[in-house]
């Protein structure tokens, strides 16, 4: 046995929201309080690290006919670090060579979020537009290493916004026919000191399509997702590819059973989901699963 250590984590929250109706007019409001406290015991002693937030939001929606709305809101939001963030990656607390205690990052991030929106919604057709943009306070963020126990690191940084736009569809082509589409583009930097770069593992644009056939106790769907290139370090000099995948299954439905059949990967495509820098500037990738095959089966009790 190496080391025995217990980490005890305790939070309290209180919610409060207020809704007011003028005409086409929705405004709301919403205030949380949060308490976190995460305490350690160990083979080295930790002061308990105590947090305290006051999370405010504000949103107004107008009507513009029965089935269209427009959207905005502003909020604020604190987060503490989590234990691997506090840890620096380890597992268990230790001393450096000057006695002194290794920590990571114990201080929270806070993060501004404006959004403004565009909702449509009919029998056939729901449509989701949203612009956002979030500027973080000393936002916790990957650097592209692993730690002793195999977990991703992060550093804790200045300044830093993301910001971009979010589309969601649903279309019923007839009473068989479904499609869908969730894409996303992205645009983010992190400001330290004079330097300007992008944040680890933030693809600027994310395609979901899917296409689903339903008749009778038979479902068929098939989903086509395109990720673009993200990078892996905090030079930006190293990426992941970007890639596409298709995937596709069907099910079928009889008394209370459920019969699946999944296939992922289709074209058998060569990707990775996370990557790393070696010291020497080698970079590693996590090449993910060629295509494969899963048989699912339910049973429905009630």
Request: hydrophobic share 35%; no cysteine; glycine share 4%.
């Amino acid at each position: 046995q190496l080391y025995e250590n217990t980490g005890y984590k305790n939070d309290f929250s209180a919610f409060v929201k207020a809704d007011y109706l003028w005409e086409k007019i929705k405004i709301s409001a919403s205030l949380q309080y949060r308490h976190a406290k995460f305490s350690y015991k160990g083979d080295a002693e930790l002061v308990p690290l105590k947090w305290n937030f006051l999370n405010p939001k504000f949103g107004i929606t107008y009507n513009l006919k029965p089935n269209q709305e427009l959207y905005f809101s502003l909020g604020k939001v604190g987060r503490e670090p989590t234990r691997n963030d506090i840890f620096a990656g380890n597992d268990n607390l230790s001393f450096n060579e000057n006695n002194e205690l290794i920590l990571g990052t114990t201080t929270p991030e806070y993060v501004t979020d404006y959004e403004f929106g565009y909702r449509h919604f009919s029998n056939k057709l729901k449509v989701s537009a949203n612009l956002f943009y979030m500027n973080f306070k000393d936002e916790i963020v990957l650097n592209g290493q692993f730690g002793p126990n195999g977990i991703a690191l992060t550093n804790k940084v200045d300044k830093s916004y993301r910001m971009g736009i979010e589309l969601s569809t649903d279309y019923h082509l007839n009473d068989n026919w479904i499609l869908s589409n969730n894409s996303s583009w992205m645009s983010s930097k992190i400001k330290q000191s004079t330097e300007s770069f992008t944040p680890i593992l933030t693809p600027k644009l994310i395609v979901n399509q899917e296409i689903k056939y339903t008749k009778d106790a038979l479902q068929l769907q098939a989903s086509y997702r395109y990720q673009a290139t993200s990078f892996i370090n905090f030079s930006n000099d190293k990426k992941i590819p970007s890639h596409q995948l298709v995937n596709a299954a069907a099910f079928y439905n009889f008394t209370k059973w459920e019969v699946g059949v999944l296939v992922n990967n289709i074209f058998n495509t060569i990707y990775f989901n996370h990557a790393y820098v070696e010291p020497d500037g080698t970079a590693k990738y996590f090449v993910q699963m060629p295509r494969n095959f899963m048989i699912s089966l339910k049973y429905k009790a009630f």
